[in-house]
């Protein structure tokens, strides 16, 4: 049995040689032409299990098994591939080299991909090779994205106790339209025919939500309702949008160079793209100083959106009062707090429910007056509790700004009535 458990091992072993000298004869590079690697393996492992049959070379036990395992090593990401194909894995990490968890529809499993340190190493060079970003000693943290679209996080020691911690995020869904979100059950039709026609109208949007709980998606889903001709310009940490829109351009930050120069911040972002002539302007997530730019922008009179982490309507208001202090000893609450209430038009605050599906929790519009220096609200969608059927229902607010649905020839009352 250990002989013929050898010869196995031999066997997938010669392959992977040959198709390694072949890969390296015809100059063909694995990751960009995944094709012509499938093609090459499946012709190489053919010609090795013809050869095996005439008694040449031990036999493959599974041959089909082994041409796929062999892409994946060269081609991908080796044995994490399985999980990046996998379309209910949402996310992939790696604690230790012995422990591989995903996220399955919102739940963490442990798996049994046992890695070696030298495995986690060369996958992590692998993925920043295409990402163009760093990761030594004296940048112990790196984010980036994947060819695929994927978001990569990186900590290596002695920020980390032993070993290097990997996050590797998934765009699992995506969602270019409120409609999307409707049949996955995250919105009702009633609340996506508001959120489109706010959209539309060019009211302003913060997104909130925990960590996975939809936010990119839901701000590519509003996106979706941005009308056509508009220029939209987008800045973010690193890219996760693909907002469905013509006139569109991208902008991500950039880490500093070997000698500590060339950083580009989210904050330097912004301002550049209010120098390039947008319509809406799209921030990814805000968590820093950032906002105070984002605030005076939408405050200048171009509409947007973006992302927030909170745990409510009520606390991503808060937050945005709060993270603009951030900018500097001489920016104070008197300024932030007006500012935010004549800024911010409306609250989608997204959860996820213990089965895993993501789903607007409520929809809160931002009056525009402050009292006590707290942020007024008034709540136009709610979520009921699970006990009275856990629907999202119509609530008893108005959204602000009720000029920008006349001039979009939107009839507000009739819509938040369903009746348009």
Same mark, same amino acid.
């Given at each position: 049995m250990a002989i013929e458990v050898l010869a196995r091992s031999d066997a997938a072993s010669l392959l992977a040689q040959e198709v390694r000298e072949l890969v390296r004869r015809r100059g063909l590079d694995p990751v960009t032409d995944r094709r012509g690697l499938e093609r090459l393996v499946a012709e190489a492992a053919a010609d090795y299990t013809d050869r095996a049959t005439a008694g040449v070379v031990p036999p493959l036990e599974d041959a089909a098994a082994a041409a796929r395992s062999l892409c994946d090593e060269l081609g991908g990401l080796g044995p994490l591939q399985a999980y990046l $194909?996998?379309?209910?894995?949402?996310?992939?990490?790696?604690?230790?080299?012995?422990?591989?968890?995903?996220?399955?529809?919102? +739940?963490?499993? #442990?798996?049994?991909?046992?890695?070696?340190?030298?495995?986690? *190493? $060369?996958? /992590?060079?692998?993925?920043?090779?295409?990402?163009?970003?760093?990761? $030594?000693?004296?940048?112990?943290?790196?984010? =980036?994205?994947?060819?695929?679209?994927?978001? !990569?996080?990186?900590?290596?020691?002695?920020?980390?106790? &032993?070993?290097?911690?990997?996050?590797?995020? %998934?765009?699992?869904?995506?969602?270019?339209?409120?409609?999307?979100?409707?049949?996955?059950?995250?919105?009702?039709?009633?609340? =996506?025919?508001?959120?489109? =026609?706010?959209?539309?109208?060019?009211?302003?949007?913060? /997104?909130? @939500?925990?960590?996975?709980? @939809?936010?990119?998606?839901?701000?590519?889903?509003? =996106?979706?309702?941005?009308?056509?001709? *508009?220029?939209? +310009?987008?800045?973010?940490?690193?890219?996760?949008?693909?907002?469905?829109? *013509?006139?569109?351009?991208?902008?991500?930050?950039?880490?500093?160079?070997?000698? @500590?120069?060339?950083?580009?911040? #989210?904050? *330097?972002?912004? %301002?550049?793209?209010?120098?390039?002539?947008?319509?809406?302007?799209?921030?990814?997530?805000?968590?820093?100083? &950032?906002?105070? $730019?984002? !605030?005076?922008?939408?405050?200048?009179?171009?509409?947007?959106?973006?992302t927030i982490h909170a745990n409510s309507a009520r606390e991503a208001i808060t937050k945005m009062c709060t993270l603009p202090l951030l900018a500097g000893e001489n920016v104070s609450d008197r300024f932030v707090t007006p500012t935010v209430a004549s800024a911010i038009d409306l609250v989608v605050h997204l959860a996820v429910a213990p089965d895993g599906i993501r789903h607007v929790r409520e929809i809160v519009a931002v009056t525009g007056r402050v009292e006590s220096g707290t942020v007024e609200t008034a709540q136009i969608f709610r979520r009921r509790a699970v006990a009275e059927g856990g629907e999202l229902v119509r609530g008893d607010g108005f959204p602000p700004d009720r000029e920008s649905f006349e001039r979009a020839g939107i009839d507000v009352h009739a819509l938040l009535a369903g009746t348009l």
């Amino acid at each position: 049995m250990a002989i013929e458990v050898l010869a196995r091992s031999d066997a997938a072993s010669l392959l992977a040689q040959e198709v390694r000298e072949l890969v390296r004869r015809r100059g063909l590079d694995p990751v960009t032409d995944r094709r012509g690697l499938e093609r090459l393996v499946a012709e190489a492992a053919a010609d090795y299990t013809d050869r095996a049959t005439a008694g040449v070379v031990p036999p493959l036990e599974d041959a089909a098994a082994a041409a796929r395992s062999l892409c994946d090593e060269l081609g991908g990401l080796g044995p994490l591939q399985a999980y990046l $194909d996998d379309p209910e894995i949402e996310e992939i990490w790696i604690n230790t080299p012995a422990q591989v968890f995903v996220a399955r529809r919102g +739940v963490s499993e #442990l798996t049994t991909t046992l890695l070696t340190a030298q495995q986690v *190493r $060369d996958l /992590v060079e692998r993925m920043l090779k295409a990402s163009g970003r760093r990761l $030594d000693l004296s940048s112990p943290f790196v984010d =980036a994205t994947l060819p695929g679209g994927e978001r !990569l996080h990186v900590v290596i020691p002695d920020v980390t106790r &032993e070993h290097m911690a990997v996050n590797i995020r %998934k765009h699992v869904v995506r969602a270019h339209h409120l409609d999307h979100l409707v049949r996955r059950g995250s919105l009702t039709p009633h609340a =996506a025919a508001f959120l489109d =026609a706010s959209v539309r109208a060019g009211l302003n949007v913060l /997104v909130a @939500g925990a960590t996975q709980a @939809g936010k990119t998606t839901m701000l590519n889903a509003l =996106a979706g309702s941005i009308p056509s001709g *508009r220029r939209v +310009v987008s800045c973010e940490e690193v890219f996760e949008l693909q907002l469905p829109v *013509r006139d569109h351009v991208a902008m991500q930050c950039r880490q500093p160079s070997l000698e @500590g120069t060339g950083e580009i911040p #989210l904050r *330097r972002l912004v %301002k550049e793209a209010l120098r390039m002539r947008p319509d809406r302007i799209v921030i990814g997530e805000v968590r820093e100083a &950032e906002s105070l $730019d984002l !605030l005076i922008a939408l405050n200048a009179g171009i509409p947007g959106a973006c992302t927030i982490h909170a745990n409510s309507a009520r606390e991503a208001i808060t937050k945005m009062c709060t993270l603009p202090l951030l900018a500097g000893e001489n920016v104070s609450d008197r300024f932030v707090t007006p500012t935010v209430a004549s800024a911010i038009d409306l609250v989608v605050h997204l959860a996820v429910a213990p089965d895993g599906i993501r789903h607007v929790r409520e929809i809160v519009a931002v009056t525009g007056r402050v009292e006590s220096g707290t942020v007024e609200t008034a709540q136009i969608f709610r979520r009921r509790a699970v006990a009275e059927g856990g629907e999202l229902v119509r609530g008893d607010g108005f959204p602000p700004d009720r000029e920008s649905f006349e001039r979009a020839g939107i009839d507000v009352h009739a819509l938040l009535a369903g009746t348009l």
